[in-house]
Nanobody, 119 residues
Framework: QVQVMESGGGLVQAGGSLRLSCAAS????????IGWYRQAPGQQRELVATKSSGGSTDYADSVKERFTISRDNAKNTVYLQMNSLKPEDTAVYYCNARVWIGITVRDYWGQGTQVTVSS
């Protein structure tokens, strides 16, 4: 059974830090890309940061220099260290694990963890 589980969200003051964790289990094959997306109220889900199995990373411009993604391939776990948080970072953060099965891409999502940054 596939499971993607996030943890580490919470309430923090502007300028503070949080660390999110995500563990994926039961995957049908090797995870290609794993990372984080977020969705604020009334807005579309957007990419925050992802990391491929080969080590390449992709960050949203709004979080560069503040957020760092890391990955433990052996444990199918990904972390997001968030520093210098801003109120506009407030959102539900979702973990995504992407696998390729043949020529088909399959995305697995966690249920999300709330991050609230107060001003």
């Amino acid at each position: 059974q596939v499971q993607v589980m996030e943890s580490g969200g919470g309430l923090v003051q502007a300028g503070g830090s949080l660390r999110l964790s995500c563990a994926a289990s039961g995957m049908p094959t090797v995870i290609n890309t794993i990372g984080w997306y977020r969705q604020a109220p009334g807005q579309q889900r957007e990419l925050v940061a992802t990391k491929s199995s080969g080590g390449s990373t992709d960050y949203a411009d709004s979080v560069k220099e503040r957020f760092t993604i890391s990955r433990d391939n052996a444990k199918n776990t990904v972390y997001l260290q968030m520093n210098s948080l801003k109120p506009e970072d407030t959102a539900v953060y979702y973990c995504n694990a992407r696998v390729w099965i043949g020529i088909t891409v399959r995305d697995y999502w966690g249920q999300g963890t709330q991050v609230t940054v107060s001003s």
